[in-house]
């Protein structure tokens, strides 16, 4: 078996004119957590809108497991084990936090819809199953004590850690997390960095984040992928990427000389 799970084959976006992503191309290992950062703009969301299947790359493809992802729907991609969380939020904010989880969680029950109906003995136990797992999703992220209230009472954090809790309940293989830190104080990013570091080991998942909070990337990420205005400029170890010339450059731009 390949160590690498996720591959990008010289991916391109172009919206018109534009090339918000060019030629782009990565790989990340199996049980790998890795960070893609980028100033803003530099299409670090566009490329997990590619990845999940929300767009259809212009130019290249997309690898998971030595598969082709070409063509495929984003339900599609995640019942085959990518699971995301986006930049905004999108909880079905008039449901539960339990039921939030548990929709996420139905994509791979084996019932049949006459069970359902019938309210049958496998329907029962699978449901029951579920909703057990789901709840020690929820303890996970101290969760569990809101788990019947609605998910739009939740603080801004606390829907966020929601959104990571419902992509674990499609059981994926790797789980690409869009800013997850976003609108979180100082204590609630650090929790957060510590609690990813630990669903990679509990779950035996492989990580791929987006994110601007530079100490939470450079603190748990292995392996930093950097893209300014939709190309790759750099690739390595958060030393090597902090050291990087072309990155202090983008980030902090070039002095103009007269």
Sequence with gaps: MSDVLLEAKTITMQFGGLKAVCALDFKVHRGQLAGLIGPNGAGKTTVF?????????????????????????????????MARTFQNIRLFKGLTVLDNVLIAGHQHMKYMMVDSILQTQRFVKTEQELQEKCMNLLKIFHLEEKAHKPANSLPYGEQRKLEIVRALATDP?????????????????HHLMETIAK???????????????????????????????????????????????????AYLGVEEHA
Excluded: W
């Excluded at 999940?52 to 339900?75: A, D």
């Design 49 to 81: 809108n590619m990845l999940t299947g929300v767009y259809q790359p212009t130019q290249g493809e997309v690898i998971l497991e030595g598969q082709s992802l070409k063509g495929l729907k984003p339900y599609e991609i995640s019942k085959r084990g």
């Design 199 to 249: 669903i990679r080991e509990q779950f035996k998942l492989t990580v791929l984040l987006i994110e601007h909070d530079m100490k939470l990337v450079m603190g748990i990420c292995e392996n930093i992928f950097v893209l300014d205005h939709g190309v790759k400029i750099e690739e390595g170890t958060p030393e090597q990427v902090q050291g990087s010339k072309k990155v202090i450059e």
């Design 173 to 189: 293989k790797i789980i690409l997390l869009d800013e997850p830190a976003a609108g979180m104080n100082h204590s609630e990013t």
